[in-house]
């Protein structure tokens, strides 16, 4: 034996290149070739004729790979969370895989530059693809358990176990992956590596693995559904009025905005701006994770039935990259996707008559239930089109849109934002009064969008003076006729007024103002959460609290029972007997109104 050539070289001395014959035949004698996706992706490396080719191909090779753990990882977590069927789960998949192909293709692209300059940079290269891989890996297990944390804490045990099974996969192979490239580049690059075997890169893919899974668990477990409970009700005659009106804010009005001198004001910071979450979150008590209605979008992908909400890493893919072309469509929150009871829906379970007038995610509304007429309305109404799943009962649906029917709308695109920000809370204005004063119910709530309109319309840097002119006289006399409104409500013979004064989509933050016959003689102002809001108004109508609930009841502010009666939950939302899908024609209506780019 020839003692030279065993020798193992100095570490100051920069050991001979290796050829690409030498390279095959290194990989050959240490079995690398026999080891799974690892072994997959250095075979390119053997196949080939040039060092470029063999690039090129374990690169492909590679972004496949990990395309598809992308795929399959996104595929359960969006399944589980908009709850797909297998027909669904499967053409999701498909179009998430041809997503994830092009991530991957960027992934592999970093990943082969950042070894190309570790390799260039260190002398000892033959610890870079176990570097590399750990860290891959452990990039890879953060972006997926965040992902998949909503559908995690909302699916059951099968769908956890699916979803921690795919975000390990995604790991294990990121780890993999990133160290086989890393293999392939210096192999390529004539690096004299594989010099004796390392185990260090399968143990820390297997730790990595372990400790993402046990995170994902431990912060994400599913809960368990409360058991069933009747919701037995404490006699109570109060009447309640809820007004919600989105982007209010105190500037846009000539003088002060005074309230009754014995009104309790309260602030509050809200979550999301997203005012399809906010002001579900204001009727459900529940935070966007719990509701499920995390913004307006969702989408319906060509061959899939149901709506499906993108995650944090396929928003951009299936909202803006797959509609623009024409494999998808934008499709709002609604009541089908909404995974709490409302409020309009725990009165009815209560016993508690109730109106309910342009709420968001009240659509399509469920026949035999609470008096609802649903935020699709006004565009029916003013369309003269399908009344079918707008509200209920029928003889109340359709008496409000022929005495209320909006006029058409203007063609100019400005003109028919500033017409239909007015004629939205018109409408529900209109409504809402002849609701209550035909039924008298001891709960109504009703939703003005038409401020946060014109103000978000407003703030949009595209606009030109003259446009910007024409906003602002419109938002100024819509600011008034709200103030008026919101005058007349507090005026009105209930015993308790709730305004929800939000500052819309261009704040966080907003206020409450309480004033009637329950407000506490003393009770002062502060910090409340947007969710103990419809726990409070339950209590003072006799209904009990929910333990699986966020909200919890306000003390010290209304007159009634000081304790708090309590139940497991309020139960499931309502399902219309069918899921009516939005027309394209409410589609463009809202991306007329900003709510959708």
Avoid at 74 to 100: Q, Y
Avoid at 154 to 182: D, H, P
Avoid at 518 to 530: D, F, I, N, T
Wanted: proline content about 6%.
């Amino acid at each position: 034996m020839n003692q030279e050539e065993e020798k193992e070289p100095s570490p100051s001395q920069e050991p001979a290149p290796m050829s690409l014959a030498e390279a095959r035949e290194r990989l050959r004698a240490r079995g690398y070739l026999d080891r799974g996706f690892e072994g997959t992706v250095l075979k390119g490396v053997v196949a080939a004729r040039t060092r470029t080719r063999g690039v090129v191909r374990a690169a492909i090779i590679a972004s496949a790979l990990l395309a598809l753990a992308l795929a399959v990882a996104e595929t359960v977590s969006r399944a589980a969370f908009s709850r797909l069927g297998p027909s669904g789960t499967a053409i999701l998949f498909l179009w998430l895989l041809l997503g994830s192909g092009l991530a991957a293709l960027l992934g592999v692209g970093i990943l082969l530059f950042a070894a190309w300059s570790l390799l260039r940079l260190r002398r000892d290269s033959d610890a870079v693809p176990t570097e590399l891989g750990v860290v891959f890996g452990l990039l890879a297990g953060l972006l997926g358990a965040t992902a998949a944390l909503p559908a995690l804490r909302q699916g059951g045990a099968w769908a956890a176990a699916a979803i921690l099974a795919s975000t390990g996969l995604l790991v294990f192979l990121a780890v993999r992956i990133a160290r086989s490239l890393s293999l392939t580049m210096a192999l390529t690059a004539g690096k004299n590596l594989l010099g004796r075997h390392r185990r260090t890169g399968i143990i820390s893919a297997s730790v990595l693995s372990i400790g993402v899974i046990l995170a994902a668990l431990a912060a994400g477990r599913p809960e368990e559904p409360p058991a069933a409970e009747p919701l037995l009700v404490r006699p109570s005659k109060a009447r309640v009025q809820i007004m919600g009106v989105d982007g209010w804010a105190d500037e846009l009005f000539d003088t002060p905005v005074r309230f009754p001198a014995d009104a309790v004001v309260l602030s509050y910071s809200k979550e999301r701006r997203d005012p399809a979450a906010f002001w579900t979150s204001i009727v459900t008590a529940e935070t966007p994770r719990k509701h499920g209605i995390g913004a307006i979008d969702l989408v319906r992908l060509r061959g899939v039935s149901k709506p499906v909400q993108p995650g944090p890493a396929s928003a951009l893919y299936l909202t803006r990259l797959l509609p623009a072309l024409g494999m998808a469509r934008r499709e709002t929150a609604t009541s089908a996707a909404r995974r709490v009871p409302a409020a309009w829906e725990i009165a009815q379970r209560a016993g508690i008559p109730s109106v309910t007038v342009n709420w968001w995610t009240s659509y399509p509304v469920s026949p035999g239930g609470a008096t609802v007429l649903s935020n699709h309305l006004f565009f029916a109404a003013r369309d003269r089109g399908s009344l079918t799943g707008e509200g209920w009962p029928e003889a109340d649906l359709r008496a409000v849109t022929e005495a209320f029917r909006p006029a058409p709308a203007p063609a100019r695109d400005l003109e028919r934002l500033i017409s239909e920000a007015s004629g939205i809370d018109s409408f529900a204005m209109a409504a809402s009064t002849y609701l209550r004063k035909k039924g008298s119910p001891r709960l109504s709530l009703v939703y003005l969008p038409g401020l946060d309109i014109l103000t978000t319309a407003l703030a949009e840097p595209s606009r030109s003076t003259e446009e910007r002119s024409a906003l602002a006289r419109a938002l100024i006399t819509r600011a008034e006729r709200i103030r008026n409104h919101t005058g007349e409500a507090l005026a009105a013979d209930v015993d308790l007024t709730i305004l929800i004064l939000d500052g819309g989509r261009q704040s966080s933050s907003g206020r409450v103002v309480l004033a009637g016959r329950l407000v506490r003689a003393g009770a002062r102002g502060g910090q409340v959460k947007p969710e103990d809001i419809l726990p409070t108004v339950l209590h003072v109508l006799g209904v009990p609290a929910s333990r699986a609930a966020a909200g919890r009841p306000i003390p010290g502010l209304l007159e009634g029972p000081e304790d708090v009666r309590w139940v497991g939950s309020w139960g499931e939302p309502e399902r219309a007997r069918t899921v009516e899908l939005d027309s394209r024609e409410y589609i463009e209506n809202l991306k007329s109104l900003g709510y959708l780019q």
